[in-house]
Protein backbone atom coordinates (compact mmCIF):
# COMPACT_ATOMS: atom_id res chain seq x y z
CA UNK A 1 0.00 0.00 0.00
CA UNK A 2 2.69 2.45 0.61
CA UNK A 3 4.43 1.73 -2.47
CA UNK A 4 1.37 2.12 -4.21
CA UNK A 5 0.90 5.87 -2.60
CA UNK A 6 4.39 6.95 -3.73
CA UNK A 7 3.64 5.58 -6.98
CA UNK A 8 0.60 7.74 -6.96
CA UNK A 9 2.47 10.94 -6.10
CA UNK A 10 4.97 10.44 -8.39
CA UNK A 11 2.68 9.94 -11.46
CA UNK A 12 0.82 13.09 -10.42
CA UNK A 13 4.31 15.07 -10.24
CA UNK A 14 5.22 13.82 -13.52
CA UNK A 15 1.84 14.87 -14.99
CA UNK A 16 2.41 18.20 -13.42
CA UNK A 17 5.99 18.90 -15.30
CA UNK A 18 5.58 20.96 -18.35
CA UNK A 19 8.51 20.19 -20.89
CA UNK A 20 11.28 22.65 -21.51
CA UNK A 21 11.30 22.25 -25.40
CA UNK A 22 8.10 23.15 -26.91
CA UNK A 23 8.26 22.86 -30.66
CA UNK A 24 7.06 26.34 -32.15
CA UNK A 25 4.98 26.24 -36.11
CA UNK A 26 7.43 28.24 -38.43
CA UNK A 27 4.02 30.31 -39.31
CA UNK A 28 4.74 32.07 -35.51
CA UNK A 29 8.31 32.68 -36.37
CA UNK A 30 8.52 36.74 -37.71
CA UNK A 31 9.65 36.86 -41.16
CA UNK A 32 12.56 39.00 -42.49
CA UNK A 33 14.08 39.62 -45.34
CA UNK A 34 17.93 39.44 -45.58
CA UNK A 35 20.11 42.44 -45.24
CA UNK A 36 23.59 43.12 -46.24
CA UNK A 37 25.92 43.05 -43.73
CA UNK A 38 29.48 45.22 -43.86
CA UNK A 39 32.47 45.53 -42.14
CA UNK A 40 34.82 48.38 -42.94
CA UNK A 41 37.51 50.00 -40.59
CA UNK A 42 39.48 52.61 -42.31
CA UNK A 43 42.99 54.60 -40.47
CA UNK A 44 45.19 56.90 -42.07
CA UNK A 45 48.19 54.57 -40.54
CA UNK A 46 46.83 51.72 -42.69
CA UNK A 47 48.52 51.12 -45.98
CA UNK A 48 44.91 48.79 -47.41
CA UNK A 49 41.26 49.50 -47.29
CA UNK A 50 39.35 46.77 -46.71
CA UNK A 51 35.85 46.02 -46.86
CA UNK A 52 33.73 42.46 -45.95
CA UNK A 53 30.75 42.28 -47.55
CA UNK A 54 27.81 39.17 -46.91
CA UNK A 55 24.10 38.43 -46.35
CA UNK A 56 22.62 38.01 -42.93
CA UNK A 57 21.57 34.00 -42.33
CA UNK A 58 17.76 33.12 -41.83
CA UNK A 59 16.11 31.86 -38.99
CA UNK A 60 13.76 29.38 -41.13
CA UNK A 61 14.52 28.47 -45.03
CA UNK A 62 17.05 27.12 -47.02
CA UNK A 63 20.77 28.89 -47.53
CA UNK A 64 22.36 29.75 -50.58
CA UNK A 65 25.63 28.12 -51.93
CA UNK A 66 27.66 31.67 -50.98
CA UNK A 67 29.85 30.45 -48.25
CA UNK A 68 28.58 32.53 -43.95
CA UNK A 69 32.45 33.14 -44.46
CA UNK A 70 33.15 36.22 -41.72
CA UNK A 71 36.66 36.49 -43.49
CA UNK A 72 34.96 35.92 -47.06
CA UNK A 73 33.63 39.03 -49.06
CA UNK A 74 30.50 38.61 -51.67
CA UNK A 75 32.56 39.07 -55.10
CA UNK A 76 29.16 40.44 -56.90
CA UNK A 77 29.25 43.51 -54.59
CA UNK A 78 29.99 46.50 -55.64
CA UNK A 79 31.83 48.92 -52.59
CA UNK A 80 32.26 53.15 -53.19
CA UNK A 81 33.98 55.13 -50.78
CA UNK A 82 33.92 58.61 -50.89
CA UNK A 83 35.21 61.95 -49.12
CA UNK A 84 32.90 63.91 -50.61
CA UNK A 85 34.87 65.22 -52.81
CA UNK A 86 36.93 62.17 -54.30
CA UNK A 87 35.52 58.69 -54.65
CA UNK A 88 36.67 55.07 -55.72
CA UNK A 89 35.92 51.80 -56.09
CA UNK A 90 37.07 49.03 -53.81
CA UNK A 91 37.54 46.53 -56.02
CA UNK A 92 37.32 42.77 -55.04
CA UNK A 93 40.39 41.05 -54.96
CA UNK A 94 40.14 37.01 -55.79
CA UNK A 95 43.79 36.52 -53.48
CA UNK A 96 42.10 37.56 -50.45
CA UNK A 97 38.44 37.48 -50.89
CA UNK A 98 38.23 40.52 -49.54
CA UNK A 99 37.36 44.12 -51.38
CA UNK A 100 40.89 45.58 -51.13
CA UNK A 101 42.47 48.96 -52.15
CA UNK A 102 46.05 50.19 -51.64
CA UNK A 103 45.83 53.50 -49.60
CA UNK A 104 47.86 54.62 -51.70
CA UNK A 105 45.72 55.26 -54.53
CA UNK A 106 42.76 56.22 -51.32
CA UNK A 107 44.62 58.47 -48.64
CA UNK A 108 42.32 58.59 -45.67
CA UNK A 109 42.71 62.07 -43.44
CA UNK A 110 41.92 62.70 -40.09
CA UNK A 111 38.90 64.85 -39.12
CA UNK A 112 37.52 64.17 -42.60
CA UNK A 113 34.00 62.46 -43.19
CA UNK A 114 33.87 59.60 -45.35
CA UNK A 115 30.80 57.53 -47.01
CA UNK A 116 30.59 54.06 -47.88
CA UNK A 117 28.18 52.71 -50.17
CA UNK A 118 27.72 49.22 -51.13
CA UNK A 119 25.15 47.60 -53.87
CA UNK A 120 24.48 43.88 -55.18
CA UNK A 121 23.15 43.02 -58.56
CA UNK A 122 19.86 42.84 -57.18
CA UNK A 123 18.86 45.86 -56.24
CA UNK A 124 19.96 45.52 -52.68
CA UNK A 125 22.11 48.67 -51.18
CA UNK A 126 23.43 50.47 -47.75
CA UNK A 127 25.15 53.17 -47.01
CA UNK A 128 27.15 54.54 -44.09
CA UNK A 129 29.32 57.23 -42.87
CA UNK A 130 32.38 57.73 -40.34
CA UNK A 131 34.61 60.53 -39.12
CA UNK A 132 38.10 60.03 -38.85
CA UNK A 133 39.42 61.00 -35.25
CA UNK A 134 43.28 61.91 -34.71
CA UNK A 135 45.51 59.83 -33.38
CA UNK A 136 46.19 60.00 -29.27
CA UNK A 137 49.71 59.50 -27.88
CA UNK A 138 51.11 57.31 -25.12
CA UNK A 139 52.90 59.76 -23.39
CA UNK A 140 54.72 56.91 -20.87
CA UNK A 141 55.00 52.90 -20.30
CA UNK A 142 55.09 51.94 -16.91
CA UNK A 143 56.36 48.27 -16.12
CA UNK A 144 55.27 46.43 -12.28
CA UNK A 145 55.59 43.29 -11.12
CA UNK A 146 52.26 41.61 -9.11
CA UNK A 147 53.07 38.88 -6.08
CA UNK A 148 51.49 35.60 -7.49
CA UNK A 149 50.86 32.28 -5.54
CA UNK A 150 52.11 29.82 -8.19
CA UNK A 151 52.28 26.24 -7.44
CA UNK A 152 52.42 24.45 -3.62
CA UNK A 153 51.63 28.05 -2.85
CA UNK A 154 55.06 29.47 -4.07
CA UNK A 155 55.03 33.00 -4.09
CA UNK A 156 56.97 34.41 -7.95
CA UNK A 157 56.54 38.21 -9.12
CA UNK A 158 55.00 38.26 -11.82
CA UNK A 159 55.82 41.06 -14.31
CA UNK A 160 52.63 43.86 -15.60
CA UNK A 161 52.87 46.74 -18.12
CA UNK A 162 50.40 49.66 -18.29
CA UNK A 163 50.25 52.24 -20.81
CA UNK A 164 49.37 55.75 -19.51
CA UNK A 165 47.44 58.72 -22.01
CA UNK A 166 46.29 62.04 -21.31
CA UNK A 167 42.56 62.34 -22.71
CA UNK A 168 41.48 65.83 -23.98
CA UNK A 169 38.96 67.39 -22.34
CA UNK A 170 35.15 68.67 -23.28
CA UNK A 171 34.64 65.75 -26.14
CA UNK A 172 33.67 61.84 -25.79
CA UNK A 173 36.47 59.70 -26.93
CA UNK A 174 37.03 55.55 -26.93
CA UNK A 175 39.89 53.64 -27.03
CA UNK A 176 41.61 50.06 -27.49
CA UNK A 177 44.69 49.44 -26.56
CA UNK A 178 47.67 47.08 -28.12
CA UNK A 179 51.07 45.60 -27.17
CA UNK A 180 53.54 42.63 -28.09
CA UNK A 181 56.55 41.96 -26.52
CA UNK A 182 59.76 40.70 -28.78
CA UNK A 183 63.03 39.45 -27.72
CA UNK A 184 65.90 37.22 -29.10
CA UNK A 185 66.82 33.72 -28.07
CA UNK A 186 70.17 32.00 -27.85
CA UNK A 187 70.15 28.23 -28.62
CA UNK A 188 72.62 25.41 -28.92
CA UNK A 189 71.24 22.36 -30.96
CA UNK A 190 72.26 18.99 -30.24
CA UNK A 191 72.40 16.15 -31.63
CA UNK A 192 72.95 12.38 -31.59
CA UNK A 193 75.59 11.02 -29.05
CA UNK A 194 75.26 14.40 -26.95
CA UNK A 195 77.68 16.67 -29.75
CA UNK A 196 76.78 20.00 -29.63
CA UNK A 197 75.23 21.36 -33.16
CA UNK A 198 75.26 24.29 -34.86
CA UNK A 199 74.44 27.52 -32.54
CA UNK A 200 71.03 29.28 -33.70
CA UNK A 201 68.92 32.70 -32.54
CA UNK A 202 65.57 32.87 -32.61
CA UNK A 203 62.75 36.12 -32.25
CA UNK A 204 59.85 35.34 -29.79
CA UNK A 205 57.03 37.40 -29.80
CA UNK A 206 54.28 37.13 -27.36
CA UNK A 207 51.07 39.23 -27.81
CA UNK A 208 49.40 40.73 -24.35
CA UNK A 209 46.42 40.66 -22.70
CA UNK A 210 44.61 43.57 -21.00
CA UNK A 211 42.81 41.71 -18.45
CA UNK A 212 40.63 41.14 -21.27
CA UNK A 213 39.28 44.50 -21.65
CA UNK A 214 40.81 46.11 -24.40
CA UNK A 215 38.59 48.82 -24.78
CA UNK A 216 37.81 52.14 -22.84
CA UNK A 217 36.12 55.70 -22.74
CA UNK A 218 36.50 58.30 -21.15
CA UNK A 219 33.12 58.82 -19.42
CA UNK A 220 34.63 58.95 -16.10
CA UNK A 221 37.94 60.18 -16.87
CA UNK A 222 37.58 62.89 -19.61
CA UNK A 223 39.83 65.35 -19.76
CA UNK A 224 42.45 63.48 -17.40
CA UNK A 225 45.12 60.79 -17.56
CA UNK A 226 43.76 57.33 -18.64
CA UNK A 227 45.55 53.90 -18.10
CA UNK A 228 45.04 50.66 -19.31
CA UNK A 229 44.28 47.70 -16.97
CA UNK A 230 47.81 45.19 -16.53
CA UNK A 231 48.72 43.07 -19.05
CA UNK A 232 51.27 40.41 -18.24
CA UNK A 233 55.01 40.22 -20.10
CA UNK A 234 54.14 36.42 -20.12
CA UNK A 235 57.00 34.18 -19.54
CA UNK A 236 60.00 35.26 -20.75
CA UNK A 237 63.19 33.12 -20.98
CA UNK A 238 66.04 33.99 -18.65
CA UNK A 239 69.41 35.09 -19.75
CA UNK A 240 72.27 32.38 -20.28
CA UNK A 241 74.02 31.61 -16.99
CA UNK A 242 76.68 29.07 -15.99
CA UNK A 243 73.61 26.24 -15.71
CA UNK A 244 72.48 27.00 -19.09
CA UNK A 245 74.24 27.99 -22.45
CA UNK A 246 71.03 28.87 -23.61
CA UNK A 247 68.23 31.75 -23.05
CA UNK A 248 67.60 35.48 -24.00
CA UNK A 249 70.52 37.51 -25.51
CA UNK A 250 68.29 40.87 -26.13
CA UNK A 251 66.51 43.53 -23.68
CA UNK A 252 62.56 43.11 -24.38
CA UNK A 253 61.38 44.83 -27.12
CA UNK A 254 57.81 46.20 -26.11
CA UNK A 255 55.62 48.04 -28.43
CA UNK A 256 52.06 49.41 -27.14
CA UNK A 257 49.53 50.81 -29.77
CA UNK A 258 46.59 53.35 -28.83
CA UNK A 259 43.94 53.44 -31.20
CA UNK A 260 41.39 56.69 -30.74
CA UNK A 261 38.20 55.13 -32.61
CA UNK A 262 35.17 56.56 -33.34
CA UNK A 263 32.18 55.99 -31.72
CA UNK A 264 30.28 53.21 -33.68
CA UNK A 265 33.73 51.14 -34.25
CA UNK A 266 33.53 51.56 -29.97
CA UNK A 267 30.59 50.00 -29.70
CA UNK A 268 30.43 47.49 -32.48
CA UNK A 269 33.42 45.97 -31.40
CA UNK A 270 33.02 45.91 -27.29
CA UNK A 271 30.00 43.81 -27.51
CA UNK A 272 30.77 41.23 -30.32
CA UNK A 273 33.72 40.79 -27.87
CA UNK A 274 31.84 40.40 -24.79
CA UNK A 275 29.27 37.85 -26.16
CA UNK A 276 30.62 34.62 -25.67
CA UNK A 277 29.67 32.16 -28.23
CA UNK A 278 30.55 29.13 -26.12
CA UNK A 279 28.27 29.23 -23.31
CA UNK A 280 24.72 28.19 -23.84
CA UNK A 281 23.46 30.20 -20.95
CA UNK A 282 24.33 33.33 -22.63
CA UNK A 283 21.90 36.42 -22.63
CA UNK A 284 20.84 37.63 -26.40
CA UNK A 285 22.90 40.76 -27.11
CA UNK A 286 21.81 43.25 -29.61
CA UNK A 287 24.73 44.21 -31.76
CA UNK A 288 24.86 48.20 -32.60
CA UNK A 289 25.33 49.30 -36.38
CA UNK A 290 25.57 52.06 -38.13
CA UNK A 291 24.98 50.74 -41.76
CA UNK A 292 21.72 52.36 -43.01
CA UNK A 293 19.75 49.29 -44.56
CA UNK A 294 21.92 46.85 -42.98
CA UNK A 295 23.82 45.22 -40.66
CA UNK A 296 27.38 45.47 -39.37
CA UNK A 297 29.91 48.08 -39.27
CA UNK A 298 31.56 51.33 -40.90
CA UNK A 299 34.34 52.64 -38.32
CA UNK A 300 37.29 54.48 -38.05
CA UNK A 301 40.59 54.75 -35.92
CA UNK A 302 44.01 56.51 -35.95
CA UNK A 303 47.07 54.95 -34.37
CA UNK A 304 49.86 56.02 -32.13
CA UNK A 305 52.71 53.57 -31.00
CA UNK A 306 55.04 53.70 -28.22
CA UNK A 307 58.06 51.36 -28.03
CA UNK A 308 60.41 50.53 -25.44
CA UNK A 309 63.25 48.26 -24.39
CA UNK A 310 63.25 46.94 -21.05
CA UNK A 311 65.73 44.52 -19.40
Not at 256 to 267: C, I, N, R
Request: proline residues 7%; aromatic residues 10%.
Amino acid sequence: MKNLSLLILLSILIAACKPLIQEVSPERVPQTNRKLVVHCFISPQDTVLSAIVGLSRNVLGIEDSYPNSAAVSNPEAKVVISDGVRSRTIPFDPVSSQHRLKALEFPVEVGKTYTLEVSMPNGMSVTAQTIVPRPIPIHRIQIDSIIEAGYNNYARKIPVLRAFWNDPANETNYYRIESNVSYTNYSIRYTGGGQVGKDTTFVTTNYLVFDNVPYYSDRVDNGKEMSSTPARLGYIVSKPSQWSPHGRISPLAISTALLHMDEAYFKYQNIVREWNNDNPFAEPSLIPTNIKGGLGCFGSYSVRKLSIDFD
